[in-house]
């Protein structure tokens, strides 16, 4: 073990035994945590407010599972089912997904992970909160005035002319919600080109590093677009005035360019800072290098550029033209190639390592596996005859489900309790952490694999009334779902025990070789004792010469040492 | 002792300015993709309706609009003026140019004010009943112009008030304006607003009139 990490960073530890200052204890008081400035509590405080509203989207979806139990629309009415879905969707994508990783972990680990102080703009980090919150009383404030039934879309004529709901106050609070993940993204952006120390070149960056400046350049050219398309959508709304309105000359295509021209990249917003947790995470866990390295850098830009390229596979059967179908088709595959070939180098690192079966390495591999087929099966819809056949079908549903949830939220447990011990210094119980683990996978699986099935066989989305023989396929759904809740709700058990019972963590309980673990956890008000200074590529989890890969038979049998 | 421009977690000053002008062009580069929706919608809809497009710009008021032009050039430059001056220890000459830059966005908004008086006497608001046009696309090129023009103006408010901060918060130390990046960015920012204005400028008055 003892050269793991040797060589790879040259710092002094304080000897911190007694020592009781950290950024926890640094005050105490309410008003010391909501007009902090630093990093590591603004990204607590994202983290608590992503998950009250985690458990909002969670409760609306039970409901409308409970409802699909069986064929007929009897829990509740027609217009609740609309409000019902339509606040799962604005809830999870806007108030839990976006931010999830890059507001919470991304605050919180950036700066430690790049040995800086703090973020570039702590002041504006802190305004970035505030305005998540302002956001998220709209959209309260909107549900309790009685909800919204456009589905998370707001596709206009419907949002801007016909519908009921409280259309302006959830686009409201997803505007300015989007403005908090702007100024997130030029935060971490300014810290990442400004604040990294001595010896930190951009390729000595860790993955998560590059997985949050990719996310934060899509977060900052994308959200202005749905922003600007919100506002023209409630100028007609409110002043009616014709922007979208086809009876008035205007152009709901045009709604729908620009609506998926943020909400496409918007994925990517999900999924890349996921990409960025598993690589931490695979590496440590196989004591291996990265695969790779320059290429998963290249293949994450990659996945932000073409992913602005692609958004008109969302309009396949909207009345686009048949040229820009076949384009939009084209760049889709081309942006799955950098996602698989990043499949393919985490697979090439587990390769020969020396695996330990972690709860955040199982939740992990949970996130390969379902962001494989996620992927994969995005591939089918972006074949433009298929896609006439599924679109708007559970097929849909379920394919963006193993996205988003099956691989953003797989690798958000992941991340949470990677850095559990950095984060609160210390250790949960580790037997319920793997159960838990493996539940959110069978439970994910028997949530939504027979979505596939039944979207494919017709069953369309958005409906609570549907043909009798698609039900065994809903009641599987609606089974998986409260298995799938029970694995959300274990979690918030063994980690809130862990606080009072926890072992302690010690710095580096993984003996894993970011900078944020050459600290103490939980980290000091200003990260560092003693600045650190970087002298090696990331991930030196064995040195060039005794890797797993040198003592390995083929090779030596290669060079005829056998 | 460090000056107190100087904030957590610069080291120095020079550094610190160098990320906030960093932090103001990426925020430049999000605020030209929030435009872009509305330079993309009106791009499409004049393609499709082209004519009525033309029609309907011959109904504004190009007085309004070129003196309008004019007055926000003259205040970027002033602004120029005021930004290099600061950094060049020329405080008193920075504190005079930050107020007549702020008078110049206050005269723009004045002109702007009576030119809306005019529309909505001319009945030109496309929601309202009473619309004069009766081309589909000029519906259409209003709304749009009512959307730019009150977004920019929000805009150019919001920058006035940056000016304005600029002055208030050097009253009593000079020397801050110099230190702090925050006459530069507000520059940046001012010059952005600007540019804008030039572009919404040709879009909404230059249509139908050559
Ligand atoms: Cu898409």
Redesign the interface.
């Given at each position: 073990m003892s050269d793991i990490t040797a060589g790879a960073y040259e710092y002094s530890r304080t000897p911190s035994i007694g020592a009781v200052d950290n950024y926890l204890t640094h005050g105490r008081t309410l008003r010391s945590w909501l007009v902090t400035?630093d990093h590591k509590r603004i990204g607590i405080l994202y983290a608590l407010s992503i998950t009250v509203f985690f458990f909002i989207g969670a409760i609306a979806m039970a409901i409308v599972r409970l409802d699909l139990i069986t064929p007929a629309p009897d829990l509740v009415s027609d217009d609740t089912y609309n409000k019902l879905f339509t606040l799962h969707g604005i809830v999870m994508v806007w108030f839990f997904l976006i931010p999830s990783i890059p507001a919470t972990f991304g605050n919180f680990m950036l700066p430690l992970m790049i040995g800086?102080?703090?973020?570039?703009?702590?002041r504006?980090n802190l305004t970035s909160w505030y305005l998540f919150v302002i956001g998220a009383l709209f959209t309260i404030g909107c549900i309790v005035a009685g909800g919204v039934d456009t589905g998370w879309t707001f596709y206009t004529p419907y949002s801007s002319q016909y519908s009921h709901g409280f259309v302006i106050p959830a686009a409201a609070g997803v505007f300015i919600t989007g403005f908090s993940s702007?100024l997130t993204?030029?935060?971490f952006?300014?810290t990442i080109?400004?604040?990294r120390t001595p010896g930190m070149h951009w390729f000595r960056l860790p993955l998560f590093v590059w997985a949050m400046y990719t996310t934060s350049a899509v977060m900052?050219?994308?959200?202005?677009?749905l922003?600007?398309?919100l506002?023209?959508m409630s100028?007609?709304r409110f002043?009616?005035?014709?922007?979208f309105d086809p009876a008035?000359?205007?152009?709901p295509l045009?709604f729908q360019?620009?609506f998926w021209f943020y909400s496409h990249p918007a994925v990517y917003i999900m999924i890349l800072p996921a990409m960025g947790v598993v690589s931490e995470i695979f590496t440590c866990y196989a004591r291996r290098r990265i695969f790779g390295y320059s290429f998963m850098v290249y293949c994450m830009v990659g996945i932000a550029v073409v992913g602005f390229f692609v958004w008109g596979h969302h309009m396949f059967v909207a009345g686009q033209s048949p040229f820009a179908n076949l384009v939009f088709s084209f760049m889709s595959f081309v942006v799955a190639v950098p996602s698989a070939i990043k499949v393919f180098n985490w697979t090439a690192t587990l390769y020969r390592g020396q695996i330990t079966f972690e709860s955040p390495f199982l939740y992990c591999l949970g996130f390969l596996w379902l962001f494989t087929f996620g992927g994969l099966t995005g591939l089918v819809l972006a074949t433009v005859p298929l896609d006439v056949h599924l679109t708007d079908t559970y097929f849909v549903v379920a394919h963006f489900h193993y996205i988003m949830v099956g691989g953003s939220v797989s690798a958000f447990f992941a991340a949470l309790h990677y850095w559990w011990p950095k984060i609160t210094g210390r250790m949960y119980d580790e037997a319920w952490a793997r159960f838990a683990a493996i539940l959110m996978f069978f439970g994910f699986n028997l949530t939504f694999f027979p979505q596939f099935i039944m979207g494919y066989a017709g069953m369309p989305r958005r409906y609570h009334a549907y043909a009798p023989e698609f039900q065994i396929f809903h009641v599987l759904s609606t089974a998986g779902a409260a298995v799938l809740g029970a694995a959300y709700a274990l979690p918030a058990l063994y980690l809130l025990w862990s606080l009072r019972r926890g072992e302690r963590a010690g710095p580096n309980p993984w003996c894993a070789t970011g900078l944020e673990w050459q600290t103490e956890s939980p980290p000091p008000r200003d990260n560092f004792r003693t600045p650190p200074v970087v002298v090696a590529a990331p991930y030196q989890y064995h040195s060039e010469t005794h890797g797993p890969d040198y003592q390995h038979r083929d090779i030596e049998r290669a060079q005829g040492t056998v | 002792m460090p000056s107190v421009a100087l904030r957590?977690?610069w080291q120095d000053l020079g550094?610190q300015r160098?990320?906030?002008v960093?932090?103001m062009w990426?925020?430049l580069?999000?605020?030209i993709?929030?435009?872009?929706?509305?330079f993309?919608?009106y791009s499409?809809?004049r393609f499709?309706?082209t004519a009525?497009f033309l029609a309907a710009g011959r109904e504004t008021n190009i007085y309004y609009g070129s003196v309008n032009t004019l007055v926000l050039l003259v205040s970027s430059f002033v602004m120029s003026l005021g930004s290099r001056a600061a950094r060049a220890g020329l405080f008193r000459f920075a504190r005079l140019c930050f107020p007549v830059t702020a008078v110049l966005g206050m005269v723009f908004l004045t002109l702007k004010g009576f030119e809306y008086n005019d529309d909505l006497e001319k009945h030109l608001?496309?929601?309202?009943s009473g619309f004069p046009l009766p081309e589909?696309?000029a519906?259409?090129f209003?709304?749009?112009y009512?959307?730019a023009t009150v977004?920019h103006t929000i805009h150019l408010t919001v920058g006035i008030g940056a000016v304005f901060r600029l002055q208030i918060l050097s009253r009593d130390d000079p020397q801050w304006l110099n230190d702090s990046p925050s006459a530069e960015v507000t520059s940046l920012y001012w010059h952005f607003v600007d540019c804008i204005w030039v572009f919404l400028y040709a879009l909404i008055y230059l249509p139908g009139r050559s």
């Open positions: 400035t800086a102080k703090d973020v570039a703009f702590p504006l702007i993204g030029l935060n952006i300014t080109h400004s604040l900052i050219l994308a959200t202005p677009v922003a600007m398309t506002l023209l100028a007609e002043f009616g005035i014709p922007i008035r000359g205007g152009d045009l360019h620009l | 957590e977690p550094h160098n990320s906030a960093l932090g990426l925020f580069g999000t605020e993709l929030f435009f872009g929706g509305i993309a919608g499409v809809y499709l309706h009525d608001f496309p929601g309202a589909a696309g519906g259409l209003w709304a749009f009512w959307v977004v």
